[in-house]
């Protein structure tokens, strides 16, 4: 997404608050038009086993609020779930630590 040059509405970092797309699809849930397209990010398993999936698309109602994933994405979703060896980065933490010789009393 390209990001606008104005200092007045930055953009945040965190992508599940980007605003939603409009796309030319009928909700699945009240069959009307108008079914946008938000950017999310979700976690799945636990542990070990945790990965996280940021911009998955979920599609939102704005006639009946419904939210749900396509059967499209859910495939994918499945798809990169089975490959996260290969399909997700590892992402590292920069960890510090704080002194342990710091002067706790002066
Ligand atoms: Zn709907």
Known sequence: ??????SSNPAPADSTSSPPTSIDAICASCGKPGVQIQRVTRSY??????????DIPM???PHCHERYFT???????ERIKSHRQTLAEARMVPVANFPVEFPLID
């Open 59 to 61: 599609c939102r109602c």
């Open 1 to 6: 997404m390209p990001r606008s040059s104005s």
């Open 71 to 77: 059967a499209q994405i859910l495939h994918e979703i």
């Open 45 to 54: 398993g636990r542990g070990d086993e945790l990965m996280v999936i940021e």
